[in-house]
Antibody
């Protein structure tokens, strides 16, 4: 089955670090860009950035640049989203998604992970 | 960055009715790289339409997309109970992709 499986829910304190993951299966993981999308409670979808697993080339949205790091390890078909120092405003559900229609950087997202809930609270 | 504005914010309709959702871009979307997603409560988004008018795999033909440049429309010809949820447009023609704020389609 073609799928993206994300790591489980996290509860963290402000200032702590965190890495969440997104593992692809059923397809050639390194051939498709992976994007990360944030959804704050009760709000819409926000694009955060993307990575190409072949060479780990990344793009970030202006609002995410410098606040998170996107990385990947093609040997284990996994992309990551990392925070060095979480803030309460990072509380959200985070989705990974595959650029799957054409496999390009500029592409729609045809396959989504189930989402990872991150709660940051003191 | 291209800003997408969706209207209306909420659409209250009955099953069997026609739904028309609008998405307007602050500047022309390159190659009409405009997608629509459906999100049901507690679920991940699902791709419905890409390239403004091409249905994704498995999407029923009651869904159709149209438009070009800066004005796009998603039409659901006859609403089914499973169609209620939030719909987002997204442009992916720019180096920085962006989503609209969403249209909620609710049961009247």
């Amino acid at each position: 089955e073609v799928q993206l499986v994300q790591s489980g829910a996290e509860v963290k304190k402000p200032g702590e670090s965190l890495t969440i993951s997104c593992t692809g299966s059923g397809y050639v993981f390194s051939s498709y860009w992976i994007t990360w999308v944030r959804q704050m409670p009760g709000k819409g979808l926000e694009w955060m950035g993307r990575i190409y697993p072949v060479d780990s080339y990344t793009n970030y949205s202006p609002s995410s640049q410098g606040l998170v790091t996107i990385s990947s390890d093609k040997s284990v078909n996994t992309a990551y989203l990392h925070w060095n120092s979480l803030q309460a405003s990072d509380t959200a559900v985070y989705y990974c998604a595959r650029h799957g229609v054409r496999g390009n950087q500029n592409d729609a997202f045809d396959l989504w992970g189930q989402g990872t809930s991150v709660t940051v609270s003191s | 960055e291209i800003v997408l504005t969706q209207s209306p914010g909420t659409l209250s309709l009955s099953p069997g009715e026609r739904a028309t959702l609008s998405c307007r871009a602050s500047q022309s979307v390159r190659n009409n790289y405009l997608a629509w997603y459906q999100q049901r409560p507690g679920q991940a988004p699902r791709l419905l339409m890409y390239g403004a008018s091409t249905r994704a795999i498995g999407v029923p033909d009651r869904f159709s997309g149209s438009g070009s440049g800066t004005a796009f429309t998603l039409t659901i010809s006859r609403l089914e109970p499973e169609d209620f949820g939030v719909y987002y447009c997204q442009q992916y023609g720019d180096s920085l992709c962006s989503f609209g704020q969403g249209t909620k389609v609710e049961i009247k």
